[in-house]
Structures are given as C-alpha cells and as structure tokens.
C-alpha cells in the first residue's frame, strides 16, 4: 500500500476531527479531565431539583467539576 492509500479522505469530517484532536493535545483536556456528573456505584447520575415555584430536576455537577469552573473562573478574575 503506498502513502496514498494510507492517509485518511481530506472531508470536512476529518479535517474537524484533526481539527478536535489538535485541540485535545494541546489543551491536555484528558490529562486534566474530571468527571462531569456525579454518580452512584452502578453509574447513575445523581439530580437534584431547582426552582421554587415550578420546581424542575437537573443532573447534579460533580465536586470535582465544580472546583475545576472555579479554578477557571479564578484565571478569568484575576486575567
């Protein structure tokens, strides 16, 4: 097989997803990555419910997500 046929199709879809990869990398997003949710032993995400007049269910954040925002939030203020 030569270099031709060994690259991937030059389409939209894979110039974003060299697009995403790139900014994966650089941005050590699974280095530095938290879970997004909470979750019990089996894997359901934990909710909690706003609202006082109508009040509605929402996913519940993980601690770990929100001292991440915070931490980002910080660079923001203090930039």
């Not at 879809?13 to 990869?21: D, F, H």
């Not at 941005?27 to 007049?53: I, K, M, Y």
Request: proline share 5%.
């Amino acid at each position: 097989m030569d270099a031709s046929q060994s690259r991937e199709p030059n389409t939209p879809e894979s110039s974003a997803l060299r697009i995403w990869n790139d900014f994966i990398e650089r941005h050590r997003v699974v280095d530095e990555a938290v879970p997004l949710f909470t979750t019990d032993e089996s894997g359901v995400v934990g909710s909690r419910f706003v609202g006082r007049q109508s009040p509605r269910r929402i996913l519940q954040r993980s601690d770990a997500m929100n001292a991440l925002i915070r931490r980002e939030v910080e660079k923001l203020v203090e930039d």
